[in-house]
């Protein structure tokens, strides 16, 4: 028989220790993780990644309380020296105390060593110099007054404590002229914080905007180069870790830099609070002292015990709660279809799914919310018994004061508050947490995809043709071969119609002659970005004017308001010009048009962009034969090269060779005499 230890034997207790130290060790390895974390998405922001390191950028934070202490012990000190040539009597009344340690400091080593800090930290910052460039000097700038003041306010707060002793005890001796002296004092510290404060946080939220702006800018710029935005594809909710990269852009990034912002000066707060009132509560009473860190310490690791669960459980809802927009979103953008269809249950029952979701999610929330809040709440019930506990019985002997009582409640109360920083604040440190994550794995995957070298599609500017030589085209993460061994060449003045069974993957060729797919196998030349331009069966309209749309993506100042009026009548849009006098006027496009202007629409684009090879998706399936004629006619008159998929045995006539998908790789080319769209 093993030794028992809570019932187990001892094969189960090493395995049980086993997992302990497993579970020790994981915890540890999540904390390094989500650290590493916070610096990647926080650190560029002060200092750049490639030209510092995390401990620099610890340091550098250290530093800048070296640098605002060592201002406020000079700025006190001329206030002080001020104050005394001015109002000696009163200055040594009631900030004879503070004069005094002032004294003290500057006659001691204590005024070596806060002058050597000082100069530390100063000579930090100007050793990295070159990685505050670009602004970020601006941005410590703001962090160090913000600092400054909450150093300042603090340090009223501890004079507060002193006036309070001195006011309560005037009051117990009924002295009513002092009384009223010290009220004044009082007084006038409160009218002194105000504005200090109510600058600390208009400087805050000025961080705050400047920060999110900030990263913001930089995911965009990321999200949007080298395709990253069309890699990650987040449209396939159940197969990408990259979820709703809108709400990632703009929710996550204004919760991080928010929360960010208010947890480093929570923090700073509480060490400047702690270290203020320390000295104050242990001049009073070294017991209050020590049980107020032994119920901290007891108090603390309680709470954190939950905190994992929570961080868990917000991080599900943050993306529930995504989903569910994204279905609403989805349904406002499909209303016209979706009516057609008389759809209205199946995406009632989608969106119910998603909310479903949100709402069971959040009862876990609720519940573990709840849980937390109670433990809390007890914890800080418990702790306004300590000072009367441990005080009463000196204070009956005459060993302290009223006053000294009740200064040392105010300082027994900073202190807990300071100490239970973190614990106060645990259902935002579990949103903050969660918000890490996801913010990170996004900025994480698009630097990665933004990075990643283009596909070797050859770009030749002197070589006016698309040319294909033995590919073998797959789908992204999928093993069905699309066409096997293709060669083909597409010269100018050619025009290549591709057909096929639906599902044979016509567009899917069109997506690699436009540099969306890299072949598995061969290559292809093809010309300059802007020398090809690729038309959809549903044009995209973009967020934007009717101008905007006729230009896109061309610069709008290429083209004056008589070329776009112009355009717009060759494309048969004449009534666009009667219905739009004014080309800047912006409307829900995709809405108010139907797919057949739309196409005409696209045409128009297309005619503006001119370029070398158009790229045509079934662009005039919801055209009649006659208004497709036309358009196509438009380009053989721009002796533009063409590249066309399509179901219709009326496009034969505008190409020149047509291109047979047949399945499974498999694939023919023949001249358009050669080919009888009945046969096959």
């Not at 610890?58 to 020296?81: A, H, K, M, N, Q």
């Not at 573990?368 to 007890?378: F, G, K, L, Q």
């Not at 358009?631 to 006539?653: C, F, M, Q, W």
């Amino acid at each position: 028989m093993g030794v028992p230890w809570l019932g187990l034997p001892d094969e189960q207790l090493a395995s049980k220790n086993i997992e302990m130290t497993s579970t020790t060790k994981g915890s540890k390895k999540g904390l390094r993780s989500q650290l590493g974390k916070l610096r990647r998405l926080s650190q560029p922001f002060f200092l750049p990644l490639d030209q510092a390191n995390g401990l620099q950028f610890i340091w550098l934070l250290i530093s800048l309380l070296f640098c605002v202490g060592g201002v406020v012990l000079i700025s006190l000190t001329g206030l002080i020296e001020v104050a005394s040539q001015f109002q000696p009597a009163l200055t040594e009344k009631y900030f004879g105390g503070v004069s005094d340690k002032i004294d003290l400091i500057w006659n001691s080593w204590w005024g070596f060593g806060f002058s050597t800090l000082f100069l530390i930290g100063a000579c930090s910052f100007f050793s990295l110099r070159q990685q505050l460039r670009n602004k970020r000097w601006l941005h410590w700038l703001i962090l160090g007054v913000i600092v400054l003041m909450l150093l300042t306010v603090n340090g009223i707060n501890a004079g507060i404590s002193f006036i309070a002793r001195d006011l309560t005890n005037a009051l117990v001796s009924k002295e009513v002229d002092n009384f009223q002296k010290i009220l004044i004092i009082y007084a006038c510290c409160f009218v002194i914080a105000l504005p200090i404060r109510v600058s600390q946080i208009f400087f805050t939220l000025k961080l705050g905007i400047i920060w999110r702006e900030w990263l913001s800018n930089s995911l965009l710029s990321d999200y949007m180069n080298n395709r990253a935005y069309y890699v990650l594809n987040p449209n396939e909710e159940q197969e990408t870790d990259v979820d709703n990269p809108d709400q990632r852009i703009t929710d996550d990034t204004r919760a991080f830099t928010i929360q960010s912002l208010n947890f480093t000066i929570g923090i700073f707060d509480a060490l400047l609070t702690f270290f203020l009132f320390i000295t104050i509560l242990w001049g009073i009473s070294r017991n209050l002292t020590f049980s107020l860190f032994g119920y901290a310490c007891f108090a603390t690791a309680i709470l954190l015990v939950a905190f994992k669960r929570l961080v868990k459980i917000d991080f599900d809802q943050l993306r529930y709660e995504a989903d569910f927009r994204y279905g609403l979103v989805h349904i406002r953008d499909n209303a016209e279809s979706i009516a057609f269809y008389s759809g209205e249950k199946p995406e009632l029952a989608e969106t119910k799914r998603r909310l479903g979701s949100v709402v069971f999610n959040y009862n876990l929330l609720i519940i573990w919310r709840v849980i937390i809040d109670v433990m809390r709440r007890s914890i800080g019930y418990a702790g306004n018994f300590f000072p009367y506990l441990i005080l009463a019985a000196p204070y009956f002997t005459s060993k302290i004061d009223y006053g000294s009582f009740v200064q040392a409640n105010f300082a027994f109360g900073m202190v807990e508050s300071s100490l239970f920083f973190i614990v106060n604040q645990i259902e935002e440190l579990a949103k903050f947490t969660a918000g890490i994550s996801r913010l990170e794995g996004f900025q994480s995957k698009v630097e990665q995809v933004s990075k990643e070298n283009p596909a070797q599609d050859l770009t030749l500017i002197n070589k006016r043709s698309i040319l294909i030589n033995g590919v073998d085209l797959y789908p992204p993460d999928n093993s069905q071969v699309i066409v096997k061994d293709l060669s083909l060449n597409v010269e100018e003045t050619d025009r290549l119609l591709v057909v096929g069974p639906s599902g044979c993957g016509k567009t899917s060729l069109l997506r690699m002659i436009s540099g969306l797919w890299k072949p598995l196998k061969g290559s292809i030349q093809r010309p300059k970005t802007g020398e090809l331009l690729f038309i959809p069966q549903k044009p995209y309209m973009l967020l934007g004017s009717l101008r905007e749309q006729l230009c896109y993506p061309t610069e709008q100042s290429r083209f004056s308001d008589d070329q776009l009026r112009a355009v717009l009548d060759e494309v048969n849009l004449h009534e666009f010009v009667q219905r739009y006098p004014d080309l800047d006027v912006k409307q829900d496009w995709p809405r108010i048009l139907s797919l057949g202007e739309q196409q005409r629409l696209g045409f128009g684009r297309l005619l503006l962009n001119s370029p070398r090879f158009a790229v045509l998706d079934e662009a005039t399936s919801a055209l009649d034969v006659s208004t497709e004629k036309h358009l196509y006619n438009l380009l053989k008159k721009r002796d533009l090269a063409v590249i066309s998929v399509g179901h219709r045995p009326t496009l034969i006539e505008f190409h020149s060779s047509v291109l047979q998908l047949i399945g499974d790789g498999q694939w023919r080319l023949v001249p358009t005499a050669s080919y009888d769209f009945e046969k096959t």
